[in-house]
């Protein structure tokens, strides 16, 4: 069983950066395709980024896409999400997610496997 522990919120001005990391714990974490997620106050929890396991493939969202940049690195069981030119819209609390056999990676229903989440706060 993987758990999962994200770290890097915080605030930060419009157009400036974060780097979220999150920590698994479990040795099958390669076999899981990992994903962040976000929920604003009042929103639905959504779809961010995710990264397939064996195959390395990585998916964005439209709103994220050119600015956030998804990496893992296998063999320390971590999963890291670079956000550049941050926009007050990207505030939100962000969630580390893993799962296995996923063939829908921007479903959350689809991921097992939760963080406790943190806070990202981008000032206008």
């Known amino acids: 069983q993987v758990q999962l522990v994200e770290s890097g919120g915080g605030l930060v001005q419009a157009g400036g950066s974060l780097r979220l990391s999150c920590a698994a714990s479990?040795?099958?974490?390669?076999?899981?395709?990992m994903a962040w997620f976000r929920q604003a106050p009042g929103k639905e929890r959504e779809f961010v980024s995710a990264?397939?396991?064996?195959?390395?493939?990585?998916y964005y969202a439209d709103s994220v896409k050119g600015r956030f940049t998804i990496s893992r690195d296998n063999a320390k069981n971590t999963m890291s999400l670079q956000m550049n030119s941050l926009k007050p819209e990207d505030t939100a609390v962000y969630y580390c997610?893993?799962?296995?056999?996923?063939?829908?990676?921007?479903?959350?229903?689809?991921?097992?496997?939760w963080g406790q989440g943190t806070q990202v706060t981008v000032s206008s």
């Open positions: 479990g040795r099958t974490f390669s076999a899981y395709t």
């Open positions: 990264s397939t396991g064996s195959s390395y493939r990585t």
């Open positions: 997610a893993a799962g296995m056999g996923i063939v829908l990676v921007t479903a959350s229903r689809n991921y097992a496997l």
